[in-house]
């Protein structure tokens, strides 16, 4: 069974710019999370989509913003990216709307750089 | 939502010696995970502990969990130099949102 996989595995932007990162969850599986790990520092929760609807939001500024489409996948977009957005953008996933019960699944991240 | 804290933030031992990292929190949870991430890389679940249980074990990995004094153990015994990695607790609340700490780095030595 393939695992959750992030692309891509690299991006280098500058600032101003805009990045679209991409995620695709364990087949069978609906709910998909993302979160940002910027060095040393643990990971931020950002957004959870569940059926293809925005189920909740970390504490991040609207130019953070995302999809599911009906296959599950996902996407996130970063507008006017700032030198701060650098980090790695770690993707999960898990059989349901429920994290409460169930463990998530993450992906191998997407390490962003902005210039 | 809150955050919880694991120490040591390192731990550096020897190949066959137990590791012992804790995790401590503030306000009530629902369950507490613990994962392991390689290299900055994606992370691996461990363990789910529900806030009824007290101790889990899976293989060398034992989990142990107070909640009148909020806070969980993660116990690898006999380590192996591929059990270098850093550890995560994540705490979920009310939000149903885990929230992670910032880890406690392991190095074993060979």
């Known amino acids: 069974e393939a695992g959750v996989t992030q692309s891509p595995t690299h991006l280098i932007k500058t600032r101003g710019q805009q990045a679209t990162l991409r995620c695709s969850p364990i087949s069978g599986h609906t709910s998909v999370y993302w979160y940002q790990q910027a060095l040393g520092l643990g990971l931020q929760f950002l957004l959870w989509y569940d059926e293809g609807e925005e189920r909740n939001r970390g504490n991040f500024p609207p130019r953070f913003s995302g999809r599911q489409f009906p296959n599950y996948s996902s996407e996130l977009n970063v507008n006017a990216l700032e030198l701060e957005d650098s980090a790695l953008y770690l993707c999960?996933?898990?059989?349901?709307?429920?994290?409460?019960?169930?463990?998530?699944?993450f992906g191998p991240g997407t390490r962003l750089t902005v210039l | 939502s809150q955050q919880g804290e694991e120490d040591p933030q390192a731990l550096s031992i020897q190949e066959g010696e137990n590791a012992t990292m804790n995790c401590s929190y503030k306000?009530?949870?629902?369950?507490l995970q613990w994962y392991r991430q390689n290299s900055g890389r994606g992370l691996v679940h461990l363990i789910l502990i529900r806030s009824n249980e007290r101790e889990k074990h899976s293989g060398r990995l034992r989990v142990t969990l107070d909640t009148s004094k909020k806070s969980s153990s993660l116990l690898i015994t006999a380590s192996r130099a591929a059990d270098t990695a850093s550890y995560f607790c994540?705490?979920?609340?009310?939000?149903?949102?885990?929230?992670f700490g910032r880890g406690t780095s392991l190095i074993v030595h060979p």
């Open positions: 994540a705490l979920t609340g009310g939000s149903y949102i885990p929230t």
């Open positions: 999960a996933s898990s059989s349901s709307g429920m994290p409460f019960y169930n463990e998530q699944f």
């Open positions: 306000t009530s949870i629902n369950n």
